[in-house]
């Protein structure tokens, strides 16, 4: 499923927009991801908020 993904972003519109992901860490200590799709101009401030 992940590979569709990837592959419509590359074509059309899709280009504008990029996948992230972020490091969140949890109330016990450990690490879990969190992923997003947004637009190429807010993927700086996605990282520092």
């Known amino acids: 499923m992940a590979k569709k993904v ?3 972003l590359k074509t059309g519109a899709g280009k504008d927009f ?3 992901y972020r490091a969140v860490k949890n109330k016990k200590g450990s690490y879990s991801f ?8 807010n993927v700086k401030s996605f990282f520092k908020g």
């Open 6 to 8: 990837v592959a419509t």
């Open 18 to 20: 990029a996948k992230v």
């Open 34 to 41: 969190k992923s997003e799709i947004i637009a190429n101009d």
